[in-house]
């Protein structure tokens, strides 16, 4: 083989494996790995949370993740990651240390448990299942090319990556503002610019954009002569970093002490400028204290077939996950009317052989299984093996009324279904997730209040 073909083929191939690998979707906002520990769970119908180190096992064996279970590992802690700055929404449920603001390291795998959270369902609707596209390994079902989740997660949590040739950087928008923009795309109401401005859950500072289409994070801070009241940083600093920053700013006599009251992951800072730096302009002392980043994204995707997407605003991205979104939920009225359909002709079914068998026109005692089977498919039943599992305790007249209960049940269930619409159907996946998530306190849930009784002098 040469140069060429080698370029042509494998590093080709294994160029784009590598995008595939460390790129979210813009459908599920999920990479590869994530992907599959979504998968593991429904597939095996998890409930309770798993040490990460057997999770991460069981991923490797149900989905056929193949590239080391400290790969997967740390894709769990990284979905399942809930201070500010990490998941808006984690997609897991983190049960341990999973890292916090102040410092974003999880301790070992074998000392922390992960599963799903109590909205996995609202977030992950089971009825779409049926509908994915299914992939394949070596002859074994893995993970769907993409879920569709009920709010567009790639805006939720953010994702960054790295391939070869690309690298993608999507900040988070706050919840509220993505439900809101939901919202208002389904019930064709204008979209505010406001809702589509990155934030991070817990974070107090600003976000603003500038001319050039970056953001500027700044974080919280009050003036009064040399004396400077820190109450947020940016979402990039972590605790140690930024008192080495301070450290470092005292070294280059720029501010001559500082006080740290930082506590329970939120920041409090008291710092007096020396006259030097105070006679600079506000925006460089904003600069020299780390209290503003200026950030960019770079709108790189995987779409639904597993091709590269790249966008240039985030309105567009929303548009495409929209679409999608719509697509699948009128697979999902189709593929649910033709569950009850089904449901509620066996349930009829089933009704009908038990009043056949009270009234004595179905007679099965001294008769042979062929014979009985027969006589079934002559009066029109599908279900005779069913039908003849039953136990004769429950061929009475009070289960043929709990039976026809069940049957009318499902047909008004069946012609509910037939009125919906993908865009109802959307509404009210979005009241369930909203409501379990203020179950949570994860919608309406202010940060942890500072305690001033600790405090470090430097």
Same mark, same amino acid.
């Given at each position: 083989m040469n140069i060429t073909e080698f370029l042509n083929d494998q590093y080709n191939d294994a160029a784009l494996y590598i995008l595939y690998r460390n790129t979210a979707s813009y459908v599920d906002g999920l990479k590869n790995g994530a992907r599959k520990t979504i998968y593991t769970i429904k597939k095996t119908n998890l409930k309770t949370p798993l040490k990460v180190t057997a999770l991460g096992s069981k991923v490797v064996d149900v989905a056929a993740y193949l590239h080391g279970e400290s790969g997967i590992q740390g894709s769990i802690v990284t979905q399942a990651a809930n201070y500010c700055g990490a998941n808006n929404l984690p997609t897991l449920l983190g049960v341990g240390a999973f890292g916090t603001r102040f410092l974003n390291v999880a301790s070992a795998p074998r000392y922390i448990f992960a599963g799903a959270p109590d909205y996995f369902e609202?977030?992950?609707? /089971?009825?779409?299942?049926?509908? =994915?596209?299914?992939?394949?390994?070596?002859?074994?079902?893995?993970?769907?090319?993409? *879920?569709?989740?009920?709010?567009?997660?790639?805006?939720? /949590?953010?994702? +960054?990556?790295?391939?070869?040739?690309?690298?993608?950087?999507?900040?988070?928008?706050?919840?509220? /503002?993505?439900?809101?923009?939901?919202?208002?795309?389904?019930?064709?109401?204008?979209i505010k610019a406001e809702w589509l401005r990155p934030g991070w859950k817990g974070f107090k500072g600003t976000v603003e954009k500038t001319d050039d289409g970056s953001w500027l994070v700044k974080g919280l801070a009050r003036f009064e002569g040399k004396k400077v009241y820190i109450d947020e940083l940016p979402v990039s600093w972590e605790l140690k970093k930024y008192t080495n920053k301070l450290d470092k700013l005292k070294e280059m006599k720029l501010i001559s002490k500082y006080h740290d009251f930082s506590e329970d992951d939120n920041y409090r800072f008291e710092v007096w400028l020396t006259d030097a730096e105070l006679s600079k302009d506000p925006d460089r002392i904003w600069k020299d204290l780390g209290l503003v980043d200026r950030i960019s994204e770079n709108l790189i995707t995987m779409d639904e077939n597993n091709a590269v997407r790249e966008y240039t605003n985030i309105?567009?991205?929303?548009?495409?996950? *929209?679409?999608?979104?719509?697509? *699948?939920?009128? =697979?999902?009225?189709?593929?649910?009317?033709?569950?009850?359909? %089904?449901?509620? !002709?066996?349930?009829?079914?089933? *009704?009908?052989?038990?009043?056949?068998?009270?009234?004595?026109?179905?007679?099965?005692?001294?008769?042979?299984?062929?014979?009985? +089977?027969?006589?079934?498919? %002559? %009066?029109?039943?599908?279900?005779?093996?069913?039908?003849?599992?039953?136990? =004769?305790?429950?061929?009475?007249?009070?289960?043929?009324? @709990?039976?026809? &209960?069940?049957?009318?049940?499902?047909? &008004?269930?069946?012609?509910?279904?037939?009125? +919906?619409?993908?865009?109802?159907?959307?509404?009210?996946?979005?009241? @369930?997730? @909203? @409501?379990?998530?203020?179950?949570?306190?994860?919608?309406? /849930?202010? !940060?942890?209040?500072?305690?001033?009784?600790?405090?470090?002098?430097?």
């Open positions: 609202q977030l992950f609707r /089971n009825a779409d299942d049926v509908n =994915l596209v299914a992939q394949e390994f070596e002859g074994k079902e893995i993970e769907p090319i993409f *879920y569709v989740p009920t709010l567009p997660l790639i805006l939720l /949590n953010g994702s +960054e990556g790295v391939g070869v040739g690309f690298a993608s950087t999507i900040y988070p928008r706050p919840i509220e /503002n993505i439900i809101k923009l939901t919202r208002a795309a389904i019930e064709k109401k204008s309105r567009d991205l929303f548009n495409d996950y *929209y679409k999608i979104k719509i697509k *699948y939920l009128k =697979l999902r009225i189709k593929s649910e009317i033709a569950r009850l359909t %089904k449901e509620e !002709s066996d349930l009829k079914e089933i *009704y009908e052989f038990v009043q056949e068998v009270i009234k004595g026109t179905i007679v099965l005692k001294n008769k042979k299984k062929v014979d009985v +089977e027969v006589e079934l498919k %002559k %009066k029109g039943y599908t279900i005779i093996e069913r039908l003849l599992g039953m136990p =004769l305790y429950s061929i009475t007249s009070d289960k043929a009324k @709990e039976i026809e &209960k069940k049957w009318k049940d499902k047909v &008004k269930e069946r012609e509910a279904m037939e009125k +919906e619409t993908p865009e109802s159907q959307w509404s009210k996946d979005i009241d @369930e997730l @909203e @409501e379990e998530l203020k179950k949570e306190g994860i919608l309406g /849930n202010g !940060s942890k209040k500072t305690n001033d009784s600790k405090r470090s002098d430097h």
